[in-house]
């Protein structure tokens, strides 16, 4: 069983940055690959970013490449997720969640979830 606790959300300004956290319970975190995933009023849940259980390999949706970074901290049990240049239309509650798959960028494929943290940019 892993617990996730999300952190860092908050209003910002467009051009803004933010950082957020998810901490993860448990001895088992690096056996995860880790995911952010987001979902706007009114929308589906979408896929955000992953990383590989050692943070070699990530990858992101077309819409945050090159403004958003995935990171972990095995040592600490920390996920990270650093948003650059935010935009209004990335405001969405955000959730990371651990999944035993590689890389996945379905919600299915993952195993636990965070309750989420909202972001809100403003234009």
């Known amino acids: 069983q892993v617990q996730l606790v999300e952190s860092g959300g908050g209003l910002v300004q467009a051009g803004g940055s933010l950082r957020l956290s998810c901490a993860a319970s448990g001895r088992t975190f690096s056996v995860y690959c880790m995911g952010w995933f987001r979902q706007a009023p009114g929308k589906e849940r979408e896929f955000v970013a992953a990383?590989?259980?050692?943070?070699?390999?990530?990858t992101y949706a077309d819409p945050v490449k090159g403004r958003f970074a995935i990171s972990r901290d095995n040592a600490k049990n920390t996920v990270y997720l650093q948003m650059n240049s935010l935009k209004p239309e990335d405001t969405a509650i955000y959730y990371c969640?651990?999944?035993?798959?590689?890389?996945?960028?379905?919600?299915?494929?993952?195993?636990?979830w965070g309750q989420g943290t909202q972001v809100t940019v403003s234009s």
């Open positions: 969640a651990a999944s035993r798959m590689w890389l996945p960028n379905t919600g299915s494929m993952y195993d636990y």
């Open positions: 990383i590989s259980r050692n943070g070699g390999t990530s």
